[in-house]
């Protein structure tokens, strides 16, 4: 019995610093690539759809980079709720908040480092013999103002307590059916309000956006988020496939039963 136990609870380390794995590398990476916007339309080899928006506002699919991996995040937090309960999602979610206000603040301390003069000489101009100063690039692309950098932190946690909250709602509804439901539903609620939250505080209480280019872009981000978290649905009974596989039906069992009734402990 106690052999047993003892392969349960290893096996139950293990997962938890996977699934965490996952989920940090993927956070704190969308944080990282989030400062670039792209053409979802150009992307797929299309023109700027143009749509009007409040009147004279034109907005097209121009996303952050960032989005393409944060559904990733989502899903990953679904099945940590799944096998770890709520304490588990909400460990992760502050240690995670944690590490990007970390890496926030060294790449505000590295930036502001003068440039060695060599690497300015080596680097003074680009493929096509343009001027190119590296050192004004490398701030640029890696610092954020605090706006961004508070608004990415507020949303992100708002979010992930959002999205454990609703799973269980729902999984108190649905038992240990239904996965699809409860793990799609959490993401889409959790979702709208990361899309326009990120959004107000950043760019309407820290910037100059009107509160219609909030909504406009908000609404953008959310559709992209809504069709991949559907899209991606299928990864979720993957996952639990692999992880069952892994555990075992009995052990497997005690961690959904454990993390329903809230008595899982990582």
Request: without cysteine; glycine residues 8%.
């Amino acid at each position: 019995m106690a052999d047993k136990e003892r392969i349960f609870q290893s096996k139950k380390t293990n997962l938890f610093i996977i699934l965490s794995g996952i989920f940090l590398t993927n956070a704190i990476l969308a944080e990282i690539i989030g400062v670039k916007i792209f053409s979802g339309e150009r992307t797929i080899g299309t023109d700027p759809v143009g749509w009007t928006f409040f009147g004279n506002y034109v907005l097209d699919f121009n996303l952050t980079a960032g989005a393409v991996i944060w559904p990733i995040v989502f899903i990953t937090t679904d099945i940590i709720n799944e096998y770890f309960g709520k304490k588990g999602v909400r460990k992760i979610s502050f240690i995670t908040a944690g590490f990007i206000a970390y890496i926030f603040f060294v790449i505000v301390a590295v930036t502001a480092l003068p440039p060695a003069d060599f690497w300015l000489e080596v680097n003074a101009e680009d493929n096509e013999g343009n001027p190119f100063n590296i050192d004004y690039a490398f701030n640029v692309v890696f610092r954020q103002g605090l706006g961004i950098i508070i608004g990415s932190l507020v949303a992100f946690l708002l979010g992930q307590l959002i999205d454990v909250f609703v799973f269980q709602k729902l999984r108190r509804i649905t038992g240990a059916k239904m996965i699809w439901l409860r793990a799609t539903g959490s993401t889409l609620v959790s979702q709208f309000i990361d899309s326009f939250v990120v959004l107000g505080i950043a760019f309407f209480l820290f910037g100059n956006w009107s509160i219609q280019q909030v909504i406009a872009v908000g609404i953008v981000n959310y559709i992209y988020k809504f069709v991949v978290a559907i899209v991606l649905t299928p990864l979720l009974y993957v996952g639990h496939g692999l992880i069952d596989n892994y555990l075992g039906k009995e052990f497997a069992d005690k961690m959904t039963d454990e993390a329903s009734a809230d008595t899982s402990f990582i």
